[in-house]
């Protein structure tokens, strides 16, 4: 009875507890609020509580072994809090309408009502519900201009890497951009050919015709080609991503919804290791050519989207095999987008574990822009070489800038024109990536972490100053070799928690008047293991920070042996900076170190002259090894390569006409000769011609018109020096032999002579001659092939009988171009305990036993069973007791289900009066 008592003292207790205090109700965001108010039913991501995420790159080395057991923890306790919300919803008579359920990551992607999406706040599981947002091809809509991007080629094409291409789909039967791979319909996943980059061909969107989308939208599989064409050793992996939106524009768009990318990234993630659909490609990067124009184009990370989780989570899995790093994680290029925006890029390359990749010109002469700023104000744009273009999203969260103007989706051919973009730089430095990665492997027989191979790309990048702030200019005439011997990061080696309340996001935050520092600690055995001497040859900081002015940093470095350095970062015009001090911005800012020993404390400190609160993201001390001989960068401007300094302002390209040349930051830049004088200026609008006569070194407008040093004008065209002439390769512009005609190009190899029946076609005294013959055999018995000159390989259905290599089917013909019809062997024996089926191999038939439930005849027995082919008898019934209506529980139930209904009529009497 004392028991039954406390039972009703507990139940008076909590019934009074929830009459009095009403729970703190759940608030949407003013971004879904927005969205209910358009619409009732909501495209949503939800973020589920997770315990494996950490906002530092793990410090822990995982063997492959430790890696998957984790990944099998992950889907296992990801699975279970999906399955309680699931059921926590439907007791309450809500069924979730799931659109994507992310097996390894601790999201899900539903339509909700608002009611639902409250609803599932209320729920402790939840940790955040976010609105789908749309994403479109970062593709500049402005005209696109011809041009033939002649790029060096490397000798080694990123053999043993593969990148998957979160895009539109790809079109691997079209042979103008994947001559070698196979004809539509007739892809067969993991294809062994050498010739076909497309190794997988995967669609995430339910509901999505690919082929349709296909042949409306070539943009993935420009992206693709561009790849292949820097790194055509490389492997692809093709994700479709995107959906055709009907209401996007006047006639329609492909665009992308955020869920949609979790899933393919999602589907990156989980498909890894042995066993599963990506364990035979060693994917080293993720290429993203999509942006959205994030809400009020804030310039700080986006690190708190849905879409950071699985980009974080792809940069941090890496393992280790005896200490050394075997897989370093796969780095994710994302398109900076093209809104013109000039403190702010596109989400999701707003977040920070992101390759955040800008478009810029790589060549003089004829490539002129114009673009609507972020005001609304048109700008007319005639870029240089390294000047980021109008139309990139630009800001110090922009890694790498890479060309993007009048890019060619495919090697020397410009049957489609050229494209601009950011979805175009992207790709480019992607595949250079793949390069370097697996340059490096077989240099070492491993690949490089990510962390210093990001680190490496910056310092083999040219530094650019541009729209008043600097970057990395990725060039791919750069040779893929690190300029530095060893580096050291400074703990954390990268936090990405900017968004989070955390301890380690406070331990990276510069306040005014309070110091932050870092020390790195280099000892001799260190040293000694990375090859590093034991005096310094040369120095520079590796720094990525989150800042709203630059000017207010100010940074400190003292050297075991006492030297110090102080100097304030530069004023710009955007937020943020990722880059290396000393190549990047402030050449020799770090000399004063050459010379001092290295082993020792390093000491680095961060100091903030204002209230605006910095992030220190990540930062590493770089070495180079003593006796460094300086190479001064072309023109000799800027990183001797040594920590020391080329040129401080005026320099020479050895061409007048071109206007008076000047340091910036770097490299050499010309300016114009209208400047100096405008008389000079011939009004044809032909970039190639002036009035300037280069012999005389002046304006000559009596003189006539002239083509300027470099350039060739043919058929009223200008061609830059080298660049080939459009219906045949083999010869080019060579501006110092004739500036009017094209001339033999003895460095011309390949070909293009327009007859689809030949391949490998090669260039002999300027003649684009015939290579060998296609091969247009389909392995298919149901087709006759041939090949026409014009059309390529043709494959006509046959219509007679066939062998499909099944001995349960009988009889088949050929139909469609297919192997079908007949009549299939059909086995069957009437019993419920054997698995019935047909062999393949001999046609006869099968009877496996099985262990099914079944019924045995007899009402009396329960559970009955399958055994050895038979239904075997379960346990007989049995009788039942029940208790009386004076047991204590009996009354505890009672009063619990009337405590229930009381608790109910009251939410519901709140309801009604709200």
């Known amino acids: 009875m004392c028991v039954f008592s406390k039972k009703i003292s507990l139940l008076a207790f909590g019934f009074l507890f929830f009459f009095t205090f009403d729970l703190e109700a759940a608030v949407l965001s003013p971004e879904l609020e927005k969205a209910f108010a358009a619409g009732p039913l909501q495209r949503v991501i939800v973020s589920l509580k997770d315990e494996f995420y950490s906002p530092v790159k793990s410090e822990k080395k995982l063997t492959y072994k430790e890696r998957v057991a984790r990944r099998k923890q992950m889907r296992a306790a990801y699975k279970k809090e999906k399955d309680e919300l699931k059921a ?25 009502t608002r009611a639902q999406a409250l609803l599932l706040l209320d729920n402790p599981l939840v940790e955040q519900i976010e609105a789908d947002k749309k994403a479109a091809p970062a593709i500049s809509e402005a005209a696109d201009f011809v041009g033939v991007a002649d790029y ?244 110090g969260l922009v890694d790498i800038v890479a060309p993007g103007v009048n ?19 992207s790709p480019l430095a992607a595949a250079s990536y793949l390069l370097y990665q697996a340059a490096y492997h077989e240099e070492r027989g491993i690949y490089d972490d990510i962390i210093w191979a990001e680190q490496l790309f910056k310092t083999m990048s040219q530094p650019i100053y541009s729209f008043g702030s600097y970057y990395s200019q990725f060039n791919l005439k750069n040779e893929l070799t690190p300029h530095w011997s060893a580096g050291f990061p400074l703990s954390p080696r990268y936090a990405v928690g900017i968004d989070e309340d955390t301890a380690e996001e406070s331990r990276n935050r510069i306040y005014k008047d309070r110091t932050l520092v870092r020390t790195v600690t280099i000892t001799e055995a260190n040293a000694d293991q990375l090859m590093l001497s034991s005096k310094v040859g040369g120095m520079y900081l590796s720094v990525d920070l989150v800042v709203p002015h630059l000017k207010n940093i100010t940074i400190s470095i003292t050297s075991p042996d006492g030297t110090f350095v102080r100097f304030p970062l530069p004023d710009t015009t955007t937020a943020n900076f990722n880059g290396i001090i000393g190549r990047t911005i402030l050449p020799g800012a770090l000399q004063s170190f050459n010379g001092k020993k290295v082993h020792g404390t390093w000491n680095i400190e961060f100091h903030n002259n204002s209230d605006e609160v910095a992030y220190l993201m990540m930062a590493s001390l770089l070495f180079v090894n003593d006796g460094c001989q300086p190479a001064c960068d072309m023109f000799s401007c800027g990183d001797n390569l040594c920590g020391g300094i ?130 247009c055999d389909d392995d298919n018995i149901c087709t006759e092939d041939s090949c026409d000159s014009k059309l390529g390989c043709v494959h006509i259905n046959l219509d007679t009988t066939c062998d499909d290599g099944n001995a349960c089917t009988l009889g088949e013909r050929c139909i469609d171009g297919k192997c079908s019809g007949g009549d299939r062997i059909f086995c069957d024996d009437n019993n419920i305990c054997t698995n019935d089926s047909c062999d393949p191999e001999s046609g006869k038939c099968l009877f496996v036993n099985n262990e099914l439930p079944c019924d045995d005849g007899n009402a009396e027995t329960v559970g009955d069973k399958c055994y050895k082919g038979a239904c075997v008898p379960g346990k007989k019934k049995s009788g039942c007791s029940c208790r ?11 009063f619990t289900v009337l405590f229930l209904l009381a608790l109910f009529m009251r939410r519901k009497g709140e309801i009604s009066a709200k």
């Open 88 to 112: 926590a919803m439907k007791s309450k008579g809500e069924e979730l309408k799931i659109i994507h359920e992310y097996s390894i990551l601790p999201m899900m992607a539903l339509n909700v």
């Open 152 to 395: 060096q080629q490397y000798t080694h094409g990123g053999a043993g890497t593969a990148i998957a291409i979160l895009d539109t789909p790809v079109q691997y039967w079209n042979k103008d951009y994947f001559p070698g791979c196979f004809e539509k319909g007739k892809f067969v996943p993991d294809s062994t050919s050498t010739k076909c980059p497309i190794k997988k061909w995967i669609n995430v969107v339910d509901g999505t015709d690919v082929e349709e989308l296909a042949a409306k939208s070539d943009h993935g599989s420009i992206v693709a080609a561009t790849v292949n064409a820097i790194a055509p050793e490389a492997q692809i992996i093709a994700i479709n991503v995107f959906h055709w939106d009907s209401t996007a524009g006047k006639t329609g768009a492909p665009m992308s919804y955020n869920s949609d990318q979790i899933a393919g990234l999602n589907y990156v993630l989980d498909n890894l290791e042995a066993g599963h659909d990506l364990a035979a490609y060693n994917i080293m990067a993720v290429n993203m050519s999509l942006s959205g124009k994030r809400t009020d184009n804030p310039s700080t990370p986006c690190n708190g989207i849905a879409t950071k989780k699985p980009i974080w989570n792809l940069y941090n899995d890496d393992y280790y095999v005896e200490g050394q790093m075997i897989f370093p994680g796969i780095a994710t290029f994302i398109a900076a987008g093209n809104d013109g925006l000039a403190n702010s890029v596109g989400e999701p390359s707003c977040v920070s574990a992101a390759f955040t990749v800008g478009a810029q010109f790589y060549r003089s002469g004829g490539d002129t822009y114009s673009c609507t700023l972020e005001n609304g104000t048109n700008y007319k744009q005639h870029g240089e070489p390294g000047d980021i273009a109008c139309f990139s999203n630009r800001n």
């Open 407 to 425: 890019i060619l989706y495919a090697k020397g051919t410009d049957s489609e024109g050229a494209h601009s973009g950011t979805s175009f730089a």
């Open 646 to 775: 080329c040129g401080v302002s005026s320099c020479d390209d050895d061409v007048y006409c071109n206007g008076a040349e000047h340091c910036r930051y770097g490299s050499c830049h010309s300016g114009n000769i209208s400047e100096v004088d405008p008389n000079c200026e011939d009004g044809d609008e032909l970039p190639c011609t002036s009035y300037c006569n280069e012999g005389l070194r002046k304006c000559d407008v009596a003189g006539g018109k002239k083509t300027l040093k470099g350039y060739c004008l043919i058929d009223n065209t200008c061609y830059k020096e080298g660049e080939r002439k459009p219906d045949n390769a083999c010869q080019s512009c060579q501006s110092t032999i004739s500036q009017t005609t094209f001339i033999v190009d003895k460095y011309a190899t390949t070909c293009e002579n327009g007859d689809l029946c030949t391949m490998d076609d090669y260039c002999n005294t300027g003649v684009c001659m015939p290579g060998v013959s296609r091969d």
């Open 884 to 894: 009386g209506g004076d047991d204590p529980s009996a009354i505890f139930g009672a």
